[in-house]
């Protein structure tokens, strides 16, 4: 009996030893055939490892991994969730369950994954730049932030996570910050036109137009299709009341994409500018063609209108507009001016306080709101906005005095 014991002790150390090796030959195979891309290689080697150590998450986690990779979305998900049964403290099941539940469009299981991986991880840049992108996309901008700006520290050459905290940083209103960070993407990653179009078009926003052109016309020299440059382009010489560059840049953005709204409806602004009435129009209605929900064009429509006397088609377009942006405090501004020169006092003043209302910053509507009430015999009323107007105008004055000091 001694000797028979010894015998299968000997033969179970035997086996564990085969085992081991086994193991370690599996995962340097299915690590090679990974590397090489061979999905389907590695996938077949991760399971073979799998049978081998059943209780191991980061088997799980990889034979998942590769399904994914091969579009088999529904087993893949089976496999990061028997990884995380086996140790829920298994931060990268987490993350890469996390990613595919945010290719599958499900935004809240993804971020809940994405911040539980980053959470048992806090040092992993990869995991923070993922949930960053996650929130910003989502709309959490604020928050996006936080985890981009951890993303950025622990992976300074992480060039997407730059670029993504560009575009959160600009939605919080960090204009300043948001340069900042696109400059940082394009330094880190000179290949990546998204983050220069980016850092073109804020160049462009804080004052600083020509540098923002240089910034479309390196796209351009990278990539001569790219009709997102070619459309900057022509947005930043609109801005510098350009109109003879900004008029081609948009007609070649419409010649290579006749369905590009926005190029439509800046054309329309730019021959507005240039006192082409009917061409602006007929640009602005091509636009709403286009984009029906484009409540800008129906604005400007209005003022076209407004411009040339048809009051009623006016009030129609500004009307139009509010009903597609419940917010959009011009045009309740300028719905209340076309009223008023029509005689219609009391919706005249319900549209002008209300544009007060959603933009206090706007002097216009209290300039309009108190020369109605000054026909109305409300001297006080009148008198009381024309000041709060001047107080809003000298407000937007030193705030763009800032603004270009800082530049």
Not at 175 to 186: C, E, M, Q, R, S
Not at 323 to 346: N, W
């Amino acid at each position: 009996m001694r000797q028979s014991g010894r015998w299968l002790f000997l033969v179970v150390c035997f086996q564990l030893i085969a085992s081991a090796t086994s193991l370690e030959e599996l995962e340097s195979r299915a690590n090679a055939l990974k590397a090489a891309g061979d999905a389907a290689g590695a996938l077949a080697a991760y399971q073979e490892a799998a049978t081998l150590d059943p209780k191991s998450p980061r088997y799980q986690d990889e034979i998942g991994f590769m399904l994914r990779v091969l579009n088999r979305g529904s087993e893949a998900t089976e496999h990061f969730h028997q990884a995380i049964e086996l140790d829920p403290q298994f931060a990268p099941a987490h993350f890469h369950l996390g990613v595919a539940l945010w290719l599958d469009q499900d935004t809240a299981g993804a971020i809940s994954e994405l911040q539980t991986a980053a959470n048992l991880d806090l040092e992993n840049g990869a995991y923070q730049s993922k949930l960053g992108q996650a929130l910003e996309a989502s709309g959490q901008h604020q928050e996006a932030v936080t985890h981009l700006k951890t993303a950025v520290r622990l992976q300074p050459a992480d060039g997407l996570a730059w670029n993504n905290l560009g575009n959160a940083l600009e939605k919080t209103g960090d204009a300043l910050g948001a340069l900042d960070a696109y400059t940082h993407a394009v330094e880190v990653a000179p290949a990546n036109l998204d983050a220069r179009n980016n850092l073109g078009l804020m160049l462009v926003k804080t004052r600083r137009p020509d540098e923002g052109i240089a910034e479309f016309q390196k796209v351009l020299a990278a990539d001569p299709t790219n009709n997102t440059a070619r459309f900057n382009i022509g947005f930043a010489h609109l801005l510098k009341a350009e109109l003879d560059q900004a008029i081609p840049a948009f007609r070649d953005v419409i010649a290579r994409d006749p369905n590009h709204a926005a190029a439509h409806y800046n054309l329309g602004v730019a021959l507005k500018n240039k006192d082409d009435i009917d061409g602006a129009r007929a640009e602005f209605s091509r636009a709403l063609e286009i984009d029906p929900k484009l409540a800008e064009a129906h604005y400007m429509i209005g003022i076209t209108s407004w411009q040339s006397g048809e009051f009623d088609r006016a009030a129609a377009e500004m009307r139009a507009a509010i009903a597609l942006r419940s917010d959009y405090g011009e045009a309740y501004f300028m719905l209340g001016t076309v009223l008023k020169q029509k005689g219609e006092a009391a919706p005249a003043e319900e549209a002008l306080r209300t544009a007060i209302r959603l933009d206090p910053a706007n002097p216009g509507p209290y300039n309009t709101l108190a020369l109605l009430l000054r026909q109305k015999g409300d001297i006080e009323g009148s008198k009381r906005l024309f000041a709060e107007g001047a107080r809003a105008k000298q407000a937007k004055e030193n705030e763009l005095g800032v603004m270009l000091g800082r530049q």
